[in-house]
C-alpha cells in the first residue's frame, strides 16, 4: 500500500489553522471557566481552573434571580424558528420560480436578489421601523405583534442570501425528474414539496440554519423593536453589560447562557452547514 506523503505547505496550512483556531475558541472557553468563580478571583486570578473553593455556581443563581432568562431563551427561539421556516419556504419558491420558468423581469429580479445582499439593515431601520408603527406592532405592550415586528425585518434580510444559495443548488438538479412528476398529474407546488425540496435537503439545511443563528444573534433588530420584560436572550445581555457592569462572574455567566445554544447548533448541525454550502457551490 502506497504511503501519503505529506507535504510541508499541508503542515504549515494545518499549523497556521490551528492557531487560528486556537485563538477563537480559547476566549470562549476562558469565559466559561470565569463563569464558576466569584468575581473577587477573577479580578486576581481569571486564568486558573474553577477547581476546590474556587469553583461556584453562585454566578448562575445570580443570574436566574436577577434576570428573566427562560423568558429571553423562549422569545429568542419562536422569532428565530420562525424566522427560520419562513426564509425556507418563501426563499424556496422564489428560488424554484427564477431558476425554472422564464418570464418577463426575471432578470431584472435576479438583479434585485443581489442588491439585496448590498444594503446592511443599518440603511434601512427608519423606514423599516416607521412602516411597523404605522402597523401598530411596535411600542406595544403586546408581545406577540413585539416579536412579529423584530421577525419580519429578519425575514426580509435573509431573503437575499437564501435565494442565491437555494437558486445555486436547484439549478443543478436534473428537470428529467421535475418533467417526470408533471407528466403523472403533479401539480407545481406537489413537484416542489415532493421533488425539489426532498432532493435540496442540504441546501435547505444551510438556509435555516444560518437563517436561525443570524435571528438569534441580531441584538440591532431587537434593540428597536422590543421593550420592557420582551427582550430576546442578546438583548437581556446588552441590558446586563449596561446595569452590571463590574460584575464580571455575572457578565461571564450570562456570556456563558447566550453562547451554548449556538455551539450544540454548530455541534450538531456542522455536518450540513459544509454540505450544504459546498454542494450549492458546486452545482451552481
Do not use: C, H
Request: positive net charge.
Amino acid at each position: 500500500m502506497k504511503k501519503r506523503r505529506i507535504s510541508f505547505g499541508q503542515v504549515a496550512a494545518f499549523l497556521f489553522l490551528s492557531l487560528w483556531a486556537l485563538t477563537t475558541i480559547y476566549p470562549i472557553i476562558w469565559v466559561m471557566i470565569n463563569s464558576f468563580k466569584d468575581k473577587k478571583i477573577i479580578v486576581s486570578d481569571s486564568f486558573s481552573l474553577p477547581s476546590g473553593a474556587k469553583f461556584s455556581m453562585a454566578n448562575y443563581k445570580l443570574a436566574f434571580e436577577r434576570l428573566d432568562v427562560l423568558g429571553a431563551y423562549r422569545n429568542s427561539l419562536i422569532i428565530s424558528f420562525s424566522v427560520a421556516v419562513v426564509v425556507i419556504l418563501l426563499a424556496g419558491m422564489a428560488s424554484y420560480a427564477l431558476v425554472r420558468y422564464t418570464f418577463r423581469g426575471r432578470d431584472f429580479l435576479n438583479a434585485l436578489v443581489i442588491a439585496g445582499m448590498m444594503f446592511p439593515v443599518f440603511a434601512t431601520i427608519i423606514p423599516v421601523f416607521q412602516l411597523m408603527s404605522k402597523w401598530g406592532i411596535v411600542n406595544t405592550s403586546d408581545l406577540w405583534k413585539s416579536l412579529l415586528a423584530t421577525a419580519l425585518p429578519q425575514i426580509a434580510g435573509n431573503m437575499s442570501f437564501a435565494i442565491v444559495v437555494l437558486s445555486g443548488y436547484i439549478k443543478g438538479l436534473p428537470i428529467e425528474l421535475e418533467e417526470s412528476a408533471y407528466m403523472e398529474g403533479a401539480n407545481i407546488f406537489q413537484i416542489f414539496g415532493k421533488v425539489v425540496m426532498p432532493l435540496s435537503k442540504p441546501s435547505f439545511a444551510t438556509v435555516g440554519i444560518f437563517s436561525f443563528l443570524w435571528s438569534y444573534n441580531d441584538l440591532f433588530t431587537q434593540s428597536f423593536m422590543l421593550r420592557g420584560n420582551q427582550y430576546g436572550i442578546t438583548r437581556l445581555l446588552n441590558e446586563l453589560t449596561s446595569r452590571e457592569g463590574t460584575n464580571y462572574g455575572l457578565m461571564a455567566a450570562a456570556v456563558t447562557l447566550v453562547v451554548i445554544p449556538i455551539l450544540i447548533v454548530y455541534i450538531f448541525l456542522q455536518k450540513y452547514i459544509i454540505k450544504g454550502m459546498t454542494a450549492g457551490a458546486i452545482k451552481g
